[in-house]
């Protein structure tokens, strides 16, 4: 057997499923559906192979005789010139156009005419996957209801499968006519599932039941498999079922695998151990269904015995044809190199293995509530939508390196990912491991894990060696902030006090650099009294701008990437629209002279660094911002005065401190805005106290709303001060924040 190298391929997120009579179409939701230029920035990653759209939906929504190719005709022939080989995908989670269903008879046949004429136009395309997860698509379509034809009963799943599976056997055999070299890749996710000794009936059949889409295809459903007794309890006559699995032969040239960190499962009888939501049942048993990696006290099987298991299953080529998970940055860049790791080993071992896949290039949308309520749930991914155009995040690059055979050396990618540290399990542990002496043993090898050593100031979990995160600033909200979130993200870090490091002294910061050599250094220091600045300028300016500048020099001289703060008081409130980074600054008082000097010297210093600018801080853990305060005070009936003219931009610390490093994780430099946005773009710290008051069940009566100039405060304030933003929106909304302060402090 020839030994190919693995390669990296990618594919963008394009589904487009019928919920009743609406659509919903991620390429729509994505921008992708109007701009071009995308495909170039795919094309700067080292890509081979793109999993790409040219969706029945969308191509022939009302025959093929209506078809309009424009959309395809430019982007395929522009990959064809950026030397990317499309894998053309014809239905994505889809179910046809609105004259067909998955349990229409006539569903194979239709769309087995729309490949044809797909292979017609573009007789050079090599790659197929005519349905994109036919087992998946037909639980969640006749089996859950999610989608169309909303099915609720085994036997329109039963249907909706074999039909599926019968259309793309017709489909491949179209294109082959013309191009008979065509490959199919078949996608599925396999996902395991575990349970309590109670339940192994029920895991079992459903470990069994995952295969079925490729044993269907490749011709291993006869009267002995342990589906065809399933699939006649379905509902499906003798007859019915002989027929289909005679007309579905096809198997794929390729078997690509998808995998998420929910898709392994774990029933468990004792469902007052979960929340009700989890409950369910099979009609003799009621269970609650959980995210295993969140119970098994061993972790999930893992892509290694995923694909070690199809391997085995069919000897057929492997491709893992999405990898992507919902989560911060780094996770996000563990996953997807745990998942290259494991297809290396593979190969390694003489699994035939292609390629990994970074999937959801440009992210996804709602995919939280499956597709069912476009309520706009975003989940960023190679790239990062939420700027004025695509912004390559730290996933980019570590595409770029592996496809190019670099070896990866950032250090948060020493540390395992979440779903292998203890903090995973929000139920009582169980063990997994007794489903069989073959589980067990895969187990056993998917427990591997990289050597475990400290993390942060506590727990341990990466290597020693790790480059730390620096944060300066240990008894400050901002730092002690970062210090916590660091700890749930699996950051190894060091905080620091003064003591430890005066950031005024060059010598002092010096000697941390040489014993700490850390990757990335967080400034989370500074004079924050806003009226003291005005009688001692020169303290502030010592701590904020020489401060600042000695630790930007130092982190050019140690190639460490910097991330500081600056605030909304640099500017002066001659405006009525939201701030941008390109405004004028015009500070009113020293604190925000001081912050425009830092940011000046900062980045003349070093260019490279992180510059945010943020405002109005209220956050879960201290005591002593506005929020809090303001709740404290009206809670017991005692007098509470806001300004009532002064509008601000709050900002929730937990999802400042998140934004900021993922920013810092994806290399971005300059200035940046972030701040959580109100829907009136902006709030007065008057009504700021009236909406968090009335979240908590607090009467606002003993509120003074007075004008700013009454409140006697010795530092000029700007009137208005809201943050907006020309390179990105990245934080939730206010109202999602102030919702979540409560269920923090709680």
């Known amino acids: 057997m020839a030994k190919y190298p693995v390669e990296i391929w990618a594919g963008l997120e394009c589904t487009v499923n019928r919920v009743g009579e609406e659509y919903f ?4 939701r994505n921008g992708h559906a109007w701009r071009l230029d995308d495909l170039e ?37 522009r990959l064809r010139e950026l030397g990317i080989s499309p894998i053309v995908g014809l239905v994505h989670h889809g179910s046809g156009t609105r004259d067909t269903s998955l349990v229409d008879p006539e569903f194979p046949q239709k769309l087995a005419e729309f490949a044809r004429a797909v292979a017609d136009r573009y007789p050079w395309v090599t790659h197929y996957t005519p349905i994109n997860e036919p087992l998946t698509t037909a639980r969640f379509s006749g089996m859950y209801g999610h989608w169309y034809p909303h099915g609720r009963d085994n036997l329109t799943f ?11 056997a017709l489909s491949m055999q179209a294109i082959r006519e013309i191009n008979p070299n065509a ?37 291993y459903i006869t009267p002995t498999h342990p589906m065809w007794g399933y699939l006649r309890y379905c509902g499906l006559s003798a007859a019915e079922l002989e027929a289909a699995c005679q007309n579905i032969y096809c198997p794929p040239d390729i078997i690509g695998i998808n995998h998420y960190l929910t898709s392994d499962r774990f029933l468990d009888e004792h469902t007052e151990n979960y929340p009700a939501w989890t409950h369910g049942g099979n009609g003799w048993d009621k269970y609650a269904d959980v995210d295993a990696v969140r119970v098994c006290a061993e972790g999930m099987a893992g892509p290694y015995t995923l694909l070690l298991e199809a391997w085995e299953r069919y000897r057929l080529p492997l491709a893992v044809t999405e990898v992507h998970v919902n989560c911060t940055r780094e996770e996000q860049l563990r996953w997807l190199y745990e998942v290259w790791n494991a297809a290396q080993e593979l190969q390694n071992e003489g699994v035939d293995i292609r390629a990994i896949t970074a999937w959801a290039l440009l992210g996804s949308y709602d995919w939280n509530s499956l597709v069912t309520r476009p309520v706009g ?16 995040t730290a996933i980019a690059k570590l595409i770029r390196d592996l496809a190019t055979g670099i070896q990866p050396h950032h250090p948060l990618l020493d540390t395992p990912g979440w779903w292998h540290r203890p903090q995973r399990l929000l139920y009582p542990a169980v063990s997994c491991l007794n489903q069989g002496s073959r589980e067990s043993a895969s187990l056993r090898e998917a427990m591997r894990t990289p050597r475990r050593t400290r993390v942060g100031n506590g727990e341990e979990l990466t290597p020693t060696s790790s480059r730390p995160l620096v944060i300066v600033g240990a008894r400050g909200t901002l730092g002690k902030a970062f210090a916590r979130l660091c700890e749930l993200r699996g950051i190894t870090y060091r905080l620091l006090t003064r003591q430890e490091m005066d950031i005024t002294n060059p010598t002092s910061v010096n000697a941390v650099f040489t014993e700490l050599q850390p990757w990335a250094v967080v400034n989370a220091a500074g004079y924050v009294r806003v009226d003291d600045a005005e009688r001692e300028p020169h303290i ?35 405006v009525i629209n939201p701030y941008v980074e390109t405004d004028t600054v015009a500070p009113l008082n020293v604190y925000g002279c001081s912050k425009v000097l830092a940011e000046k010297l900062v980045l003349q210093a070093y260019p490279a660094s992180l510059v945010i600018r943020t405002s109005a801080f209220f956050g879960p853990w201290d005591e002593y911002n506005f929020v809090t305060i303001a709740l404290r005070q009206l809670s017991a009936g005692n007098t509470f005065v806001a300004a009532e003219d002064a509008v601000v931009s709050p900002t929730y610390v ?30 007065t710290w008057a009504n700021l106290a009236r909406v968090a008051a009335k979240q908590a069940g607090v009467s606002v009566s003993s509120l003074i709303a007075l004008p700013t100039q009454e409140l006697g405060l010795i530092a000029k304030r700007p009137t208005y001060s809201v943050l907006g933003s020309d390179r990105g929106e990245l934080m939730p909304c206010l109202d999602s924040a102030i919702s979540r302060y409560f269920d923090d402090r709680s």
Do not use: M
Not at 57 to 75: F, I, Q
Not at 184 to 190: C, H, I, N
Not at 659 to 668: C, K, R, T
């Open 41 to 77: 920035l795919f094309a700067q990653l080292g890509i081979q192979k793109i999993r790409y759209p040219v969706l029945w939906e969308r191509v022939a929504p009302n025959g093929l005789e209506n078809a309009d190719w424009s959309w395809a005709d430019v982007r395929l022939g």
């Open 25 to 28: 179409d991620q390429l729509e």
């Open 377 to 392: 749930y975003y989940e960023s991914g190679v790239f990062d939508l939420r700027s004025s155009r695509p912004r390559p």
């Open 183 to 219: 490959q199919l890749v078949q996608t599925e996710d396999l996902g395991k599932t575990y349970s309590t000794l109670r339940l192994v009936y029920q895991s079992g059949l459903e470990n069994e039941r995952r295969w079925l889409s490729f044993d269907l295809l490749c011709g």
């Open 540 to 574: 502030c300016l010592k701590i904020n701008t020489e401060g600042a500048e000695i630790l930007a020099t130092a982190c050019a001289q140690y190639n460490a990437a910097l991330l500081t703060f600056s605030s909304d008081l640099v500017f002066n409130g001659a």
């Open 158 to 168: 039963a249907r909706a499968l074999l039909g599926e599976c019968r259309a793309i």
């Open 654 to 683: 937990p999802d400042l401190v998140h934004a900021s490093l993922d920013l810092l994780i994806d290399g971005e430099s300059g200035l940046w805005h972030l701040a959580n946005k109100s829907a009136s773009a902006g709030i």
